[in-house]
């Protein structure tokens, strides 16, 4: 059974995966945000509007189903806590082409989600966590951005786990 089959019928899988796409919104929230926005006002706001709401799970996450609420707050407590070094660890892959000033928003909460997971979650395995950072920057951006994504998270890996 393939990894997709495998994710529609895991909803343990779909959660997360949905837990994912939350994350990274409410970390873009945070980013743009003049208010700048706490995890858990975040957490509740969220869980409020998607709650019993399949129709708004839906548009917000991509799938009818409520998101591991766990991981999500995880995510947005330890994307605070560990910003600096998550920062310094994505510049460090950054080139001419691709400074953090030019860089979208929501680019940057992928990156600063992904990373968390990687170094300060690990939750996961790094393949799956990979992928799945992967596909959630296709739904907002073209090839180049999915690219750099999926390479900016490999070398990441690669480097401090070497």
């Given at each position: ?7 529609k ?30 995890p ?12 019993n ?54 680019l ?18 790094h ?36």
């Amino acid at each position: 059974m393939s990894e997709a089959e495998t994710k529609k019928t895991n909803p343990s899988l779909q959660k997360k995966s949905a837990a994912r796409v939350a994350a990274v919104q409410c970390v873009y929230e945070r980013l743009i945000s003049e208010e700048n926005p706490l995890p858990a006002g975040q957490l509740s706001s969220l869980k409020k509007r998607l709650a019993n709401n399949a129709g708004e799970q839906k548009l917000t996450l991509g799938a009818a189903l409520e998101p591991n609420y766990q991981l999500v707050s995880a995510i947005l407590e330890g994307t605070i806590q560990w910003q600096a070094d998550i920062d310094k660890r994505i510049d460090s892959c950054l080139s001419k082409e691709w400074k953090r000033e030019r860089m979208s928003p929501i680019l940057i909460a992928i990156l600063q989600c992904g990373v968390f997971e990687l170094f300060f979650y690990k939750d996961t395995n790094h393949k799956i966590l990979i992928d799945e950072y992967t596909r959630l920057t296709s739904r907002f951006f073209a090839d180049g951005e999915v690219h750099f994504v999926n390479g900016v998270l490999k070398n990441l890996h690669a480097q401090f786990n070497a």
